[in-house]
């Protein structure tokens, strides 16, 4: 868990602000991994749910590029 938490606060770090580098992180599946942590760690480390979350959150924020997620439409257009 403590790997996932570092990881996903460092692309955190990396996103916050910076549009190359969100687009950077999206392409090489940075989005997938922050997910696959929170899956595996996100449950039970709250550090780990803390920093993955924000990550998402800059990734996302103001960049339809990076919402690139697997099923991403289809997961958004089941909570209507």
């Given at each position: 868990a403590e790997v996932a938490e570092q990881g996903c606060g460092a692309l955190w770090s990396l996103a916050a602000g910076n549009a190359?580098?969100?687009?950077?992180?999206?392409?090489?599946?940075?989005?997938?991994a922050v997910l696959s942590a929170l899956r595996a760690h996100g449950g039970a480390h709250a550090e780990v749910a803390k920093q993955g979350c924000a990550a998402l959150f800059y990734l996302a924020a103001n960049n339809a590029d990076t919402r690139s997620a697997?099923?991403?439409?289809?997961?958004?257009?089941?909570r209507r």
């Open positions: 190359g580098n969100k687009k950077a992180i999206a392409s090489a599946g940075g989005v997938e697997p099923n991403w439409r289809r997961r958004k257009s089941r």
